[in-house]
């Protein structure tokens, strides 16, 4: 049987009460709110966005389904798990902060923010997957403390895995740090000493000091490398090269099995919301304002993830008239599909029904 897979239109340029009616339409069709216990705690996984970033889900656009679970229980928390760089949101009192910058407060979203993972990253738990590439996974806390799950996604192209969606939210997304590391620790990238300019950016932002300074370039200590990838992105003269496929697709495995490790956990009571608003070249951890790659198509919502990126993909891959994620990042984001289905992750064939009800 094929997953349902529910699309509502929307665009950046409606007003964020239309938006938020038509995302309450999308989870009120999912089914998920009636699966829901007063006593329940409901965990809304999210990115707040990294710090001058303006492509992440907008707060006024997600009242309408908080609204809805309130109904059914009062134990309901934003949530997020901490950076394995150092940026704005790798630790929990200034990742919380973040978020209030960027709207997410109490007098709006009515609920509170809990960092899953605590004050400084370390609050995780193991959960056993015993999979090709992950024996135990290991998660940050709160959430595999909660019952309910909500999984709201910003839809993006991504450096290293091609297409950031539901799968990435989940598997990447609700690791802990270890966890994040785990999965990006086989990504050993190389400085070419030709293209390097010295600027000394990539040594500031390295979360291993394993950047070392050479002559008049820098160099990577294979050794220290814990291929978190920040440097690819913060260097701006493309200095930093990577092996992407072999690379990638390994870490796009990596977190297939790790959201399944997560979605194993909620069972049935976990459902994901894509918005395909403002898809970008790079992810909502980018400290920018970044141009759309694609028009806006709306929201997609389904209670398999790998259908509700399939559709995401397939969506923006139509309305661009060709793929925009490879555009950006040459890299095969099939892998994430084919390998979530191959593990049980959720289906690649999935029924689209369009809502025009709201
Ligand atoms: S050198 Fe390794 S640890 Fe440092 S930023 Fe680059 S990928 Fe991350
Ligand atoms: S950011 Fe790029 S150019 Fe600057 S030191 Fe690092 S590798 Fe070299």
């Known amino acids: 049987m094929r997953s349902k897979v529910y699309l509502i239109r929307a665009t950046r340029k409606e007003e964020a009460g239309l938006i938020s009616r038509k ?36 707060p006024r656009w997600i009242t309408g389904i908080i609204e809805e679970i309130l109904k059914k229980s009062q134990r309901a928390f934003l949530s997020d798990s901490n950076t394995l760089y150092v940026g704005n949101r790798s630790n ?66 991504h450096v290293q895995t091609g297409v950031g969606a539901a799968i990435k ?37 390295c979360p291993a000091g394993a950047i070392v300074q050479a002559e008049n370039y820098v160099m990577i200590d294979d050794e220290k490398c814990i291929g978190c990838g920040e440097c690819l992105v913060v260097c701006k003269y493309g200095a930093v090269k990577m092996k992407w496929d072999e690379d990638s697709r390994r870490l796009q495995e990596k977190m297939a099995e790790y959201a399944l490790a997560v979605k194993n956990h909620f069972g049935e009571r976990i459902c994901f919301l894509n918005f395909i608003i403002k898809v970008t070249k790079d992810c909502d951890c980018m400290a920018k304002n970044q141009p759309a790659i694609v028009e806006d198509v709306g929201i997609v ?21 060709r793929d925009a994620f490879r555009e950006g990042y040459n890299i095969d984001w099939s892998t994430q599909l084919e390998y979530g289905e191959k593990i049980g992750l959720g289906r690649q064939d999935y029924e689209l029904v369009e809502l025009k009800e709201f």
């Not at 960027?102 to 979203?109: E, I, K, R, S």
């Not at 590391?181 to 030709?194: E, G, I, T």
């Not at 790998?306 to 559709?311: F, G, I, M």
């Open 92 to 157: 929990s009192v200034e990742h919380i902060r973040l978020a209030w910058e960027h709207g997410f407060t109490p007098d709006v979203v009515k609920i509170p923010i809990i960092i899953a993972d605590g004050l400084v990253g370390r609050e995780k738990d193991e959960v056993r997957v015993d999979g090709q590439r992950v024996k135990a996974s290991r998660i940050a806390s709160a959430f595999l403390h909660s019952d309910v799950m909500v999984c709201l996604t910003h839809v993006t192209g």
């Open 23 to 58: 995302a309450r339409a999308v989870y009120r069709a999912l089914g998920l709110n009636d699966k829901i216990q007063p006593e329940d705690f409901v965990a809304l996984k999210i990115h707040f966005g990294e710090k001058n970033n303006t492509g992440h889900i907008k």
């Open 301 to 321: 919502g389904s209670l398999d993830p790998v259908a509700v990126d399939r559709a995401s993909v397939d969506l923006v891959l139509k309305t661009a008239g």
């Open 169 to 205: 939210n989940l598997g990447m997304g609700c690791a802990s740090r270890a966890g994040k590391l785990d999965q990006h620790s086989v990504v050993h990238p190389r400085v070419n000493a030709k293209q390097c300019r010295n600027c000394g950016a990539c040594l500031k932002y």
